[in-house]
């Protein structure tokens, strides 16, 4: 019998095995205390049907499509007693071809909390130097079972690549807000161990039935996109709120911090207003500060003496939505809801629990946290959302959320703690309703999908590249707030954007002054943020703003904007390191490319920017955001030097996803320039050269030479001629349409440059061409052939499909379009086409061999079809 539910493979990356199911345990189900032994581990086997492990019965599903397994799954207490269950764990070993110096996404548990790429080293995650208490504010767990020293951890999800940029695997919980997933990873010399736990930390009563969270694991070429395929599964599953639209803010923290005040707000609102049509800001924002002590968040300080509602107002009749902080779970001992209700607050073993410690918002520091697991608290909530919605905030930054999911003593101990979160946070949707915009802050990633329409996925930036001295702690260093850390998670986790909510890479200080970033370390945020397509929100003094940084404040919304709506940059080679190199985004017509120097040393950054699927043709990148060109571009290769916290941005145009080809004979001009001459200048020898041609004696080039080739035609007849020459009457507008779209166009002719050239001038319009030579000698014609391919059997002097399948060599994912009329040597182009549109003898030619064609009379017909036909291919 199959011990294993079915092993995943993938072409590139190798094979996927089921290894173990497991259980962690205990006998009772009272809540450990600190001293307590381990819980117990039992195992079963990973595949689907209903097992006993331990004294659980459950069921597993699994549902594997390609090269992506989902696994449902449910237990039972099937004991006669209570018992406790810690978590529930499934194993699996992957098997790619070569593991050379595997990386992966070391992804912290909350917003603040570091995410980054990571070697996949034989040592396992660094021991935590700060004790448990610190470590459970950016890990899921607090402290890790000791079966799991030597694992690296990720919380939530993560990737695998085997190799620098190299295949991978991606594995994570689909976290509904009811267990709390972890991923630990382990090298095994070929191998990659993972295992993926999700912990519930409740009593089950004899009987009682849990369902599981879903867990999805996935095998693939690339990290990168392996990480948006997860988010994007994860999102559709749990109701993610990823359409908010794009709406720049301003907000107070990081100008004013703790001690904005009323005046410093209307300032800025009024300037904000005054700057509307360049600064187009819609969200005007109030942070910590306003309020009169930590957890009573509708009464405000000295600071702000006409209270809250004046100021949801005045923000409103200045044409912004009003939009407020909160860090709803916090409460401190000064506080009223503190005097008036301390037992609505998680406790510790001996006494209230101390969530957190802030030195500014307490006298001694302590702050305590509301038990959303209580209904009154949970009441009191949803009432606070309420009241802050009906004074106009219609914009709720919520802060500090994990403290509700920290370890406690619970009303309800039958919740889990990401569960007893969730309950707080639906609480506060309840109360805020469905139009409130909420954005997560502080938060532990999954138990918030389908609750917050933004959230912050990074430490908070800073006026200040590194850390403050004063502030670091050991092992908190990559969490606290630094324009560094802050660059370091936008772009690690700049896949979850519009997959599990909006991200918010934290507010951009554009300022020149009351700062200590340099020039380049702002653009090096501003680029950040444009690049990824998040949340944009300023946080500066704009009256006190310079013009040239208004700019760039300007410039910068203009293209976040447009990122997210191209969804947003996908990095560049994301676990090599732990600030990524850059990033690309793609439009219809423009690519964007952002280039990053994280570290400490100049570095060069080399990029192929066809390989990523940009650029076309020879036009240099377009810098933007102030960037300095790059130092090299040739040939779509790019190479730009960059300092230490350096970034720049370029626009490039897409690769547009067609090419056109078109015969110019009979298809873009109405006479056959060629035919009509010679008809004209050599009738007599042409009847016969005609016969020879048609009985294969002849290539069609060994005609031309024949026939045109010391051909006396006197220069003013022939621009006489020339003269008479139509276009089709859809031949302007179907080149403008391409040139609009980014489609290459280009005539291939086996007629002649001369006359190509002069068309081009008396028509006023401009096309590329491929076509054979044409000179004057002494008033004679001199013709030579420009691309003959003796590899095809069309024999003209400009082989169609050469010119065809050399394109197709350099782009070989462009759906090539070839226009034409002929039987002779349209047909070879054709041939070498994805869609051929034709008329005359090429679609009687096409139509014998019973192949594919487009009918068409005129140019207006093609461009129609292709202009279909670029939607299609574009997505849209
Ligand atoms: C207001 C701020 C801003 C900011 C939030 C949050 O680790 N820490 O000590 C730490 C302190 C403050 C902090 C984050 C972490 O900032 O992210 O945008 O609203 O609160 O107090």
């Known amino acids: 019998m199959n011990r294993h539910a079915a092993v995943m493979r993938h072409a590139e990356a190798g094979r996927l095995e089921p290894v173990r199911l497991f259980l962690r345990y205990r006998d009772s189900d009272t809540p450990p205390r600190g001293d307590a032994p381990e819980p117990r581990l039992a195992e079963g086997w990973l595949r689907p049907g209903t097992q006993e492990v331990g004294p659980f019965r459950v069921r597993l599903a699994c549902d594997i499509e390609g090269e992506c397994a989902t696994y449902e799954l449910s237990l039972r207490n099937g004991a006669e007693r209570p018992l406790r269950l810690e978590a529930l764990g499934l194993g699996f070993r992957w098997r790619p071809p070569r593991l050379a110096a595997p990386r992966f996404l070391r992804q912290g548990w909350q917003s603040w909390s570091f995410a980054g790429g990571w070697p996949l080293d034989e040592v396992g995650e660094p021991p935590f130097p700060s004790g448990p208490w610190l470590r459970g504010f950016h890990r899921g767990l607090a402290r890790v079972p000791s079966d799991r020293s030597g694992w690296h951890e990720a919380d939530l999800v993560t990737a695998v690549a085997a190799a620098p940029g190299g295949p991978a695997v991606c594995a994570g919980v689909l976290e509904s807000g009811r267990a709390l997933g972890v991923v630990f990873l382990r090298r095994e010399d070929a191998s990659v161990r993972l295992e993926l736990e999700q912990w519930w930390e409740r ?17 693939g070429a690339e990290a990168e996109r392996l990480l948006e395929a997860h988010a994007a599964d994860h999102g559709r599953r749990a109701g993610a709120r990823n359409g908010a639209p794009f709406r720049p803010g301003w907000c107070s923290w990081y100008q004013f911090f703790h001690e904005v005040d009323e005046a410093s707000l209307l300032r800025n609102l009024e300037a904000l207003a005054a700057a509307r049509e360049t600064i187009p800001v819609e969200v005007v924002q109030l942070d910590d500060g306003y309020q009169r002590a930590v957890g009573d968040w509708l009464e405000t ?59 500014q918002w307490s006298r001694e520091g302590w702050v305590h946290v509301l038990d959303p697991s209580h209904d009154p608290a949970r009441d009191h909530l949803l009432r606070t959302a309420a009241a ?40 506060i949707r309840a109360g805020a309703g469905e139009d409130a915009f909420l954005l997560g802050c502080g938060c532990p990633l999954g138990a918030a999908v389908g609750v917050v329409d933004g959230m912050r996925i990074g430490p908070d930036t800073a006026p200040a590249w590194d850390t403050v001295e004063a502030l670091r702690i050991p092992g908190l260093e990559p969490t606290l707030p630094a324009a560094r850390n802050a660059l370091r998670n936008t772009l690690a986790r700049a896949w979850m954007h519009r997959r599990l909510w909006q991200n918010d890479p934290d507010c951009l200080m554009t300022r020149g002054s009351d700062t200590e970033l340099s020039a380049a370390e702002v653009r090096t945020l501003a680029v950040a943020a444009a690049a990824t397509g998040g949340m944009l929100v300023l946080s500066d003094d704009l009256p006190a703003l310079a013009p040239e940084r208004r700019a760039l404040a300007a410039g910068t919304i203009e293209l976040a904007r447009r990122l997210d709506r191209a969804g947003g940059g996908r990095p560049l080679a994301l676990l090599e390191d732990d600030v990524a190199a850059g990033a690309v985004a793609r439009g219809t017509r423009d690519g964007w490319l952002a280039l990053f120097n994280g570290g400490e040393e100049r570095v060069r950054r080399d990029v192929d920017v066809r390989a990523l699927g940009l650029q076309p043709a020879d036009a240099a990148p377009e810098p933007l955001l102030d960037s300095p060109p790059p130092g090299e571009w040739k040939e779509g290769h790019l190479a730009v030097e960059l300092d230490a916290h350096e970034a720049v941005l370029y626009r490039l145009r ?55 080739d010391g051909l006396p035609l006197p220069e003013v007849e022939l621009e006489a001629f020339l003269q008479t020459v139509q276009l089709d009457p859809g031949a302007r507008e179907l080149v403008a349409w391409c040139e609009h779209e980014g489609v290459p166009f280009r005539v291939l ?59 197709r060599r350099e782009y070989p994912d462009v759906v090539i379009v070839h226009i034409g009329n002929g039987r002779v040597s349209d047909l070879c182009g054709a041939l070498a086409a994805d869609v051929v549109f034709a008329k005359d003898s090429l679609a009687e030619a096409l139509a014998e061999r019973a192949m594919r064609f487009e009918h068409f009379e005129t140019l207006y017909d093609v461009r129609a079809a292709l202009e279909r036909l670029l939607a299609h291919l574009s997505g849209s």
């Open 203 to 219: 009593p089950l009563e004899p009987g009682a039935t849990l369902e599981g969270e879903a867990v999805r694991v996935a095998l």
């Open 301 to 359: 300080n000295a600071r702000f003496p006409r209270g809250l509602a004046p100021l949801a107002a005045e923000i409103r009749d200045a044409g912004f939505v009003p939009g407020i902080w909160v860090a709803p779970f916090c409460v401190v001992p000064e506080s009223q809801l503190f005097a008036s209700h301390p037992d609505w607050l998680l406790r510790a073993e001996d006494g209230l629990l101390r969530g957190l410690y802030h030195g």
């Open 388 to 427: 802050l919605v009906a004074l106009g905030f219609q914009y709720l930054k919520l802060d500090f959320l994990y403290t509700a999911a920290l370890t406690a003593r619970a009303h309800d101990p039958t919740l889990s703690r990401v569960a007893r979160l969730r309950r707080g946070l639906d609480a």
């Open 654 to 708: 897409m690769l547009p996803p067609l090419a056109v080809f078109c015969d110019f004979d009979g298809t873009f001009a109405v006479q056959d320039v060629g035919s009509t001459l010679a008809r004209r200048y050599a009738g007599a020898r042409r009847a016969a050269l005609w016969d020879r041609l048609t009985r294969g004696e002849l290539t069609a080039w060994e005609y031309n030479l024949e026939l045109l």
């Open 749 to 807: 002719s086996d007629g002649f440059d001369r006359n190509l050239d002069r068309l081009q001038e008396l028509h006023r319009i401009r096309f590329d061409y491929d076509a054979n030579r044409l000179r004057y000698e002494a008033e004679a014609w001199r013709i030579e052939a420009a691309h003959p391919n003796p590899a095809c059997d069309c024999g003209t002097g400009t082989c169609k499909r050469g010119r065809i399948e050399a394109f």
